[in-house]
């Protein structure tokens, strides 16, 4: 027992050391932090760089926000505050990827970018006829996915919409035409995600589509004020969710409740992978106001099995679901991104690797996003993984920031204050605080994680070059300019379309993949790529959307490395065909189309 | 520390359930386990079990090492409990570290920022507020969580207010419940912003914890009846002069201001009715 004046002094000595801990840790942390670097320095350390060239490029393209009912002015900024979005498809099967990208101010008018071939690219939307997409009383566009529903070898364009969603059938590149009608699709959704994949493997795309508020709100004309979630963190008062099954003839039946999805979560992403390695593509949601749900499809029905595999339990504010297999274990990771406010609000991003030793119907994740350091991403939208460096690793990019006005303002403190109240206080907008020109989370600086290969990332945004703070939604990585990189695209909510040109140095190789279906939907949208090269192995998925409110381009590209020798690729195809390519050569894009 | 200083014991140890029978003293600790527990399985109100652990767990060990140092007992593990728990609930953070090192200074706190032989933080209250002020970046404060529904809360306002009437410190909840209510409405009126808006937080979880667990904690509040009511009283002014500068954490920080203010006052009141007499 020790007491007296030694002991005191020795327990003051440890209290103060003990409230100095966090300071200590934050200066370590700072000391961390990637220095900005110039565009030779940072090819040289971290092998890439991004240069923003939308304008060089021809690419003026602003989004504009809707106005909705005059009821909710006092906090339009934050209702308002989805639509800006990006999808990847060669429209006109040139070889050339070209970008649809959407708008939401009532009037406005979506764009297609066509891809002249030589850097610049020219809106011909209107010329096509997909344009004219937010007519008043139509409601306004939030996102669009790719994908060649009937087989024909064009990709035709699903438009979602808090509004009527729209299809249009790609006539041979040339024109689109209407098809909403003849498809069955419903009057009216609040949607802010769709994916294409063909869940019961006829070789045909089916379409799940994820509402967000609920279908009988008409944001513009509201019959009442109680449209907001019920809770911040279990609401489930949003919008029902639509499997869309594809009959084949141009129509499609709405088969959600019959195949067993049955939720009123506010969806704001989804993506599909094969989780288990069953051949069938699973369904995640990534909810807001909630916890996800990952569905298990057993090719007829589905099964909720998030709590099951641990990525359902938690309730956080999911905007975001893709895939990556960032590890090179031949299995997939799912990013799902949140909200991190300093001091307030620290859910942070969740990063569910497969738990080792799980697999199939036992698959459990854990949530590595701490470990591997990609957790605090700010107020989180979209992100996507690829490799921007061609090491041989899947890096992360990522969007953040809800709505940038006063800079010196913000709203936080009444979205606390709100935010913790009871369900009959949160759910009606009359209740909510009016925003009077604050900031919510804006002007962020955005996330590139660069995937060190050994289990960590690093944020190396500000050195290669990414330094805009636009409220960012969504990302898209695609090869513009086939030179066997990943360019990135973002779309920023109220802000500009951005276009990051990425310069790759040049020793690490690369290797894409442009897969078309035969059997299974031509758009060859589930099929899988594994690629064995120099004692890795890494597995991607054409994807039918990811992301949040985006598509990537459907080729797949891996980065290799230096001097890469490469042993094979292995395809799996939707109908369950394999096809393998044994020794295929670095620096070129394979276009493979589905043996019979 | 001289013997004189530190009570053994009672000082640091169970004091904030001293009046209650031996059965008495673990229904604070059944309760908000109780809260932890159904709260965590009907609406998965941890981000995970290690943390809330570890948390508990540190309190314990802090309490257990530094009773044994400075008093030379085995010190009921009680109160320790509850800042653990307390710390594990309220403090939101994706590291592992603010938990351990949020409760050790809770606990450590009784035993260094003491006056005449009291202590004057609420533990838990103390060392959230430190980290809140220290670790921003790093943590954040419950705002949010299990539920937002109408029956658990109420269920949980009826439970907490039976236990602390047996404990016979009701008054204290009460007056702190209606003074909120009370400038809830005057705040409305200043801002203009819906009243609906500013009773909110009281219907939310933190605001369970803070009014039967913190502001309750007879260690560290003062001894008359009428003075704990008009102190926290005073809290709950504070907290809107604090919430009119748009403070998140405005009732923590105002108990964390309010709290030992009128501690040390009372110790200075009595310490100079000794000396007279």
Not at chain 1, 283 to 309: P, V
Not at chain 2, 57 to 76: D, H, Q, S, T, Y
Request: proline share 4%; charged share 20%; hydrophobic share 45%.
């Amino acid at each position: 027992m020790i007491r007296g004046k030694t002991a005191r002094i020795i327990l003051l000595i440890c209290f103060v050391a003990l409230l100095a801990t966090p300071l200590v840790l934050k200066r370590l942390a700072k000391n961390r932090e990637v220095a900005v670097a110039d565009p030779s320095g940072a090819l040289a350390r971290y092998g890439f760089y991004l240069q923003e060239v939308a304008q060089a490029s021809k690419v003026n393209f602003k989004h504009q926000a809707p106005t909705l009912d005059h009821r909710l002015d006092h906090i339009m900024p934050q209702v308002a505050s989805m639509g800006a979005a990006v999808s990847v498809a060669d429209f006109n099967r040139d070889g050339w990827p070209d970008l649809y990208v959407t708008n939401s101010g009532e009037g406005s008018r979506n764009s297609l970018f066509k891809n002249n071939q030589d850097g610049s690219f020219t809106d011909v939307a209107a010329e096509v006829g997909i344009a004219d997409l937010n007519q008043y009383g139509t409601g306004v566009s939030m996102g669009s996915v790719w994908g060649d529903y009937d087989n024909d070898g064009y990709e035709d364009l699903f438009v979602y919409k808090w509004g009527k969603p729209e299809l249009f059938h790609n006539d041979a590149g040339q024109k689109f035409s209407r098809v909403t009608d003849k498809a069955g699709l419903p009057a009216w959704v609040n949607a802010n995600t769709a994916v294409w994949f063909d869940y019961d493997r006829d070789g045909r795309l089916d379409l799940f589509l994820g509402g967000y508020y609920a279908e009988d709100v008409d944001l513009w004309h509201l019959k009442n004020t109680k449209m907001m979630p019920e809770s911040f963190e279990y609401a489930q008062n949003g919008g029902r969710k639509y499997l869309f099954r594809n009959l084949g003839d141009g129509s499609f039946e709405e088969v959600s409740q019959k195949v067993g999805i049955d939720t009123r979560r506010w969806a704001l992403a989804a993506t599909i992978a094969d989780l288990r390695g069953t051949g069938n593509q699973d369904l995640f949601i990534a909810n807001d106001y909630g916890i996800s749900e990952l569905y298990f499809n057993d090719g007829k029905h589905f099964r909720e099995a998030g709590k099951q595999t641990g990525v359902g339990f938690s309730p956080k504010s999911g905007m975001n679901a893709s895939i990556g297999d960032i590890l090179n274990q031949g299995r997939y990771a799912i990013y799902v991104s949140n909200i991190s406010e300093e001091n307030i609000l620290l859910q942070g991003n969740n990063l569910w690797v497969p738990r080792d030793g799980t697999s199939g119907d036992t698959l459990e994740y854990d949530n590595l996003a701490r470990a591997m350091d990609v957790e605090v991403g700010g107020w989180s939208f979209g992100a996507q993984f690829g490799d921007l460096n061609n090491d041989g690793t899947l890096d992360l990019y990522l969007v953040n920031g809800y709505v940038s006005l006063d800079r010196n303002q913000n709203y936080w403190y009444d979205f606390s204050k709100i935010a913790g109240g009871n369900s009959t206080i949160i759910s009606d907008a009359a209740n909510w605080p009016a925003m009077d020109g604050r900031s919510l989370s804006g002007y962020q600086q955005k996330k590139v994680w660069l995937n060190d290969g050994a289990g960590k990332f690093v944020n190396v945004a500000q050195a290669v070059g990414v330094s805009d703070v636009f409220d960012g939604r969504a990302v898209a990585l695609v090869d513009l300019w086939n030179r066997g990189v990943l360019d990135v695209v973002v779309a920023n909510q109220k802000g500009p379309l951005l276009i990051y040109k990425n310069d790759v140095a040049p020793e690490n190789k690369w290797i894409s993949f442009d897969l078309e279906g035969a059997q299974s939907n031509r758009s060859a949208i589930g099929a899988e790529v594994r690629l064995f090269w120099d004692g890795h192995q890494q597995v991607q998925q054409v994807s039918g959307g990811s992301g949040f409110c985006s598509q990537n381009q459907r080729r797949l590209h891996f980065g290799l490395g230096k001097n890469p020798q490469i042993e094979k690729a292995e395809i799996r195809w939707p109908s369950g065909h394999m096809q393998t390519i044994q020794q295929p050569v670095a620096g070129q894009v394979y276009k493979i189309k589905e043996s019979a | 520390m001289s013997q004189t200083a530190v009570e053994p014991v009672a000082a640091p140890t169970a004091p904030a359930w001293r009046k209650f029978s031996l059965s008495n003293r673990y229904v604070p600790p059944l309760f908000i386990t109780t809260i932890l527990v159904v709260g965590h399985f009907a609406y998965g109100i941890l981000e995970s079990y290690e943390r809330t652990a570890l948390a508990i767990v540190c309190a314990l060990a802090a309490e257990v090492v530094l009773g044994r140092i400075f008093f030379g007992k085995w010190i009921n593990l009680a109160s320790a409990y509850i800042s653990g728990i307390s710390v594990g609930i309220l403090l939101r953070s994706p590291a592992f570290w603010p938990y351990a090192l949020c409760s050790v200074i809770s606990i450590m706190s009784k035993y260094v920022l003491r006056v005449k032989g009291r202590h004057l933080w609420n533990p838990s209250n103390f060392g959230i507020c430190v980290l809140l002020f220290l670790a921003p970046e790093t943590v954040a404060a419950l705002t949010i969580q299990w539920g937002n529904f109408i029956w658990p809360l109420l269920v949980i306002w009826v439970l907490g207010s039976i236990i602390i009437w047996r404990a016979k410190r009701i008054h204290i909840s009460v007056t702190y419940v209606l003074s909120f209510l009370a400038f809830a409405f005057l705040r409305s009126w200043i801002t203009g912003d819906p009243w609906r808006s500013e009773i909110s937080p009281i219907t939310g979880p933190m605001y369970q914890l803070f009014v039967f667990f913190m502001i309750t904690d007879p260690k560290t509040t003062v001894k008359s009846i009428k003075w704990q009511c008009i102190v926290v009283f005073i809290v709950a002014f504070v907290e809107m002069l604090l919430r009119l500068n748009h403070v998140v954490y405005a009732p923590l920080y105002a108990l964390f201001l309010v709290g030992p203010t009128a501690m040390l006052i009372e110790i200075w009141l009595e310490s100079r009715s000794a000396k007279a007499a």
